[in-house]
Structures are given as C-alpha cells and as structure tokens.
C-alpha cells in the first residue's frame, strides 16, 4: 500500500512539473501531451493494479506489474538509442561549426 501511495504521489509531482514546464516555455505542447497521459496512465494502473493483470494475461504475462517492467525496459532501451543518436548529431554539428570557425579564422590571420 505504502508504494502504491509513493507512486501516485511521484507521478502527480511530475505532472505538477510538466505543467510548470509548459507555463515556463521549457518544454512545447507536444512533448506535454506525451508525457502527461503515461502519468495519468501510471496512475489509474496503480489505483486499480488488478485490472492491469487482465491485460497482462493478454499479452501472455502473468502479472500487470510484469507487464509494466517490460516494457518500461522497452522503452528506456528506445529512449537511450533515441539520445545517443541525438547526441552523435550534435558532436558531427559542433565538430562541423569548430572546422568552419577555424578556417575563418585562419583565413584573417
């Protein structure tokens, strides 16, 4: 019972901190609507945890709570990829911008 309480609790704080971020322009819209239904998602899985072993049991899991591990691994596997590939890009634009700013450079002198 007492995580069940600390997971509602976690996941109304992070909405409370997605709204704050759309109010403060850090995140878009978007990205808003993204996360706020796996927050509302991961709330309405915790108030009625049973529910979620009949789904579950259709992807042939046994527990909902099973269910929720998988593909949470799923996910930040995704995620990870999705970043390092970000972050590849960004150091090919930075490398790009250096070359570029280095042959200006050189080019004065």
Same mark, same amino acid.
Do not use: C, N
């Given at each position: 019972m007492l995580i069940?309480?600390?997971?509602?609790? !976690? *996941?109304?704080? /992070?909405? *409370?901190?997605?709204? *704050?971020?759309?109010?403060?322009? +850090?995140?878009?819209?978007? +990205? !808003?609507?993204?996360?706020?239904? !796996?927050?509302?998602?991961?709330?309405? /899985?915790?108030?009625? !945890?049973?529910?979620t072993d009949i789904i579950a049991k259709f992807f042939g899991v046994e527990k909902g709570a099973d269910l929720a591990v998988y593909i949470s691994i799923i996910v930040l596997f995704y995620l990870l990829f999705k970043l390092i590939v970000k972050i590849k890009k960004i150091e090919r634009d930075i490398t790009k911008i250096t070359?570029?700013?280095a042959i200006k450079n050189s080019r004065k002198n």
């Open positions: 069940q309480f600390i997971i509602i609790l !976690f *996941s109304l704080f /992070a909405i *409370s901190r997605l709204r *704050s971020k759309l109010k403060a322009k +850090e995140i878009d819209v978007k +990205e !808003f609507y993204l996360w706020l239904p !796996f927050w509302a998602v991961t709330i309405i /899985a915790t108030v009625w !945890f049973r529910k070359r570029e700013l």
